[in-house]
């Protein structure tokens, strides 16, 4: 079995598709996760989405910690149904602390008997007057 998240953008009149992007699927399911990259605003408008598949059939507590190049951290958390996905925009949620700035983040999942989660993260920017010009996304590598 093969299994991966593809996302295409409609071209519209320039042609049926302008992009797309493309991971694998995760072949095990942890409860601490990496993710090297990301990035809000800057000349680019960059937008960051950190993705969370809670694949437990309980609610699972995450904690979410920005790294922000330079040293600042921000950590907030939240709670995610069971068998489900759950988006976090990095711009909204953590606003301020991430404006204009490139990152790292760890999303840990919290409690006596932590849910299983997945992690992914997805990147988008313009260019040349189009919003969302390019984009990719990445599986976040599991620590645990």
Known sequence: IVVERAMWWPGGAQG???????????TQTGT?????????????????YIL?????????????TVFVEGGATAIRTFTVPPASRF??????VFGAAVANTRMGALIESLGASPAPIVVERAMYSNAGGRVWAAGTNAL???LR
């Open 16 to 26: 049926p598709w302008y992009e797309g992007h493309n991971s694998a699927g995760a």
């Open 87 to 92: 988006n976090v925009d990095v711009a909204t």
């Open 52 to 64: 969370v598949a809670n694949t437990g059939t309980s609610a699972a507590s995450i904690r979410v």
């Open 140 to 142: 976040a590598t599991r």
């Open 32 to 48: 601490a996760w990496a993710l090297a990259e990301g990035e809000v605003g800057g000349s680019g408008g960059a937008s960051t």
